[in-house]
């Protein structure tokens, strides 16, 4: 936790916050070993960062002085992310490293070899989709918070939504066994709808469809990478 | 498992192989549900990759007809990593990730923000360390084990192994905060050995040291990543 995110709700007055959930105390008590007079780095949901100051800190709350936070969140990644439901482990630990690295919107989709028990999973209620990005964003000293939308029918979305989540950016569909490289470095500016496929991949039809649609198939080489691990190779060559 | 990797005991003869661990008999039953006439990919480790036929298949063993294993492992990535030991359940992703991005060479090493209890791990230990490598293989269909070292001293090991590490390499210093952003897409065949620093980073010493030492630091951005993170970034991006 290398900002501590504080929910509107928290701030008390302009310079006081209070936070009472056990899992930041425990943070801040166990990793942090945390003491009255401490300083820290705090930001304010969809807001500035800071410093704060803690002045009081028992088990069940602490409370803090809060700097200015005049500080602006880093900048956004140009990305829309459109991700075929992984299995809700590996959905936990993508939206955490989404939020990391500063992409904002995300939608899931269901393609053929998304299983359809994922979509009953627990993980995708808004509560816990939630936590992994808070989780994300303290790492990564961020206060926005990316938007997820849900796209459980694959031909209506692409049909009805896909032309104007395109129109206007480049679209890119990461698919192993296409004949173009996954670019690097795109020129500053340059907004992007990347789309990823589930483990097994899109099936034939899906890439035809999407092609179609105007998405340019890319590889990121021979090796076939966990969904996790392609959305990070994948953005921090992009940006 | 993208491909099942043998091991050369497991190879009886040039064309037939048996596999009788549970961990893999488990995965090829309950995911790929895998039958008698099945066809998988498989490779000999350190040699090549192929198909492979079931001739054969209980709870405690299958056995496969081999094709030709003529097919070459992708090519490795020309780097040397140079790791803060992270915490042991980080310690488990990272080797997966590393595994599955190609690197070949990995040296693990103390640095002064390094619990030394992570030293003591189990995690540490030659046959989980090569478990965790084995199935960032098998999700990349790559054969070739990486080496992993240890470097539980940090000044002894800059000042007697690193000359060596570096010489006629580029040697780049990841840390947030340096002045020059990482590079994108190095020059095919150019060699890199590459230091990643500990949650928290390196120590300004260490730093110091490291650049007097012939290390350029470079940064990733304003946000913090988790290590298991910064790995994959650092790697896509740089090759």
């Known amino acids: 936790m290398n900002l501590l995110l504080l929910r509107a709700e928290e701030r ?20 942090h070993r945390a ?4 300083t820290l780095t705090v930001g304010i949901e969809e807001g500035g960062i800071g410093r704060a100051t803690i002045t009081g800190l028992t088990g069940h709350a602490v409370e803090l002085a809060l700097d200015e936070l005049e500080c602006a969140p880093p ?4 990305v829309h992310l459109l991700l075929a439901l992984p299995r809700p482990r590996m959905l936990a630990r993508t939206l955490e490293n989404i939020a990391a690295l500063g992409a904002k919107e995300l939608t899931l989709l269901h393609t053929a070899r998304v299983e359809k028990s994922f979509w ?20 990564a000293r961020d206060t926005r918070l990316p938007r997820v ?12 939504e896909l032309p104007a989540l395109i129109e206007g950016r480049r679209a890119l ?18 907004s992007v709808t990347l789309m990823i496929g589930p483990e097994g991949g899109f099936v034939d039809y899906e890439v ?32």
């Not at 009953?120 to 790492?139: K, N």
């Not at 035809?208 to 921090?236: C, D, K, P």
């Open 12 to 31: 008390l007055s302009s310079n006081i916050a209070r936070v009472t959930d056990p899992r930041r105390l425990r943070h801040l008590h166990e990793v």
């Open 35 to 38: 003491r009255r007079g401490d």
């Open 75 to 78: 900048p956004p990644l140009p």
């Open 120 to 139: 009953q999973s627990p993980e995708l209620s808004e509560s816990r989709i939630r936590d992994h990005l808070v989780l994300g964003l303290e790492q």
């Open 149 to 160: 939308g849900m796209a459980p029918r694959f031909r209506p979305f692409v049909e009805d």
């Open 173 to 190: 569909l990461a698919h192993p066994g296409q004949s173009v490289a996954c670019p690097y470095r795109l020129p500053p500016g340059e």
């Open 208 to 239: 035809e469809r999407l092609q179609a649609a105007g998405f340019e198939g890319v590889h990121l080489g021979e090796r076939i990478l966990r969904v996790e691990t392609a959305v990070v190779a994948l953005l921090s060559r992009l940006f």
